[in-house]
């Protein structure tokens, strides 16, 4: 089966960084730098919406671990994160140093977790890279895989935010044609697909990246 434009890329691009950076540098560049940093914030925004330490996360997206390395000394209940890239999920392993934890490999919109089974199922910078026709089948698949009451949390791109339009920029001054892209979601999309799957938005912040948390009604 052909992969998807968006797995081809990120495998590309992750592999071109561990050709010219060292392998942990190489692990923060690939989910946009400032691994502990931005780890710590992600933490904090579950925190902030009611994680508690025997809650069960579905980390979609988890790319080298930066979510997954706050998360290991903490949380005591059950953790899977996915991933397109090998590269990444192997090295979240490895640091998290968790082996009752699943980090598994992924290329379609898909969650391998049963019905009603995450407390929380987060997305940061992975909607980001989808079309909007993925990233609705995506928080579908989120929605099934959610326990009633359980929340989505996810970051996204808008441009009501002028703090975003640096990604559109960069964006239109990048002619390479495999380059990972960026795909800006407005919040009226956001309330017509949490209505449609049977959600209900709790709250955006404004950020870096805008974070919507959605919960199962």
């Known amino acids: 089966m052909e992969l998807p434009d968006y797995v081809k890329n990120y495998q590309r691009y992750t592999k071109e ?4 950076h060292d392998r942990k ?3 923060s560049l690939a989910v946009g730098g400032e691994f502990d940093a931005i780890g710590k914030i992600e933490y904090s925004i579950l925190v902030k919406y009611g994680l508690q330490k025997q809650h069960t996360i579905v980390d979609v997206g988890c790319g080298s671990g930066r979510l997954a390395f706050q998360l290991r000394e903490f949380l005591t209940g059950e953790y899977i994160g996915t991933d397109v890239v090998p ?5 979240a392993k490895e ?3 968790r082996p009752d934890w ?7 919109l898909t969650i391998p977790a049963t019905d009603n089974y995450a407390d929380f199922v987060c997305f940061f910078s992975v909607l980001t890279h989808l079309l909007h026709e993925e990233s609705y089948k995506y928080l579908k698949e989120a929605q099934r895989v959610l326990k009633p009451g359980g929340k989505i949390i ?6 009501s935010n002028p703090d975003h339009w640096q990604h559109f920029q960069g964006a239109m001054s990048d002619d390479n044609p495999d380059r990972v892209r960026n795909y800006f979601i407005s919040r009226d ?3 017509a697909w949490a209505e449609h799957l049977n ?7 404004d950020g870096a990246q805008s974070v919507c948390v959605l919960t199962k009604t």
Do not use: N, P, R
């Not at 960084?17 to 010219?20: G, P, R």
């Not at 699943?102 to 379609?108: A, E, I, P, S």
């Not at 959600?199 to 912040?205: A, K, M, P, S, T």
């Open 25 to 27: 540098q190489a692990m």
């Open 87 to 91: 590269d990444l999920y192997e090295y």
């Open 189 to 191: 999309a956001i309330q």
């Open 17 to 20: 960084l561990l050709q010219t």
């Open 102 to 108: 699943k980090f598994l490999y992924v290329t379609g």
């Open 95 to 97: 640091i998290c140093q």
């Open 154 to 159: 996810f970051s996204f791109l808008e441009f």
């Open 199 to 205: 959600l209900q938005v709790l709250e955006i912040v």
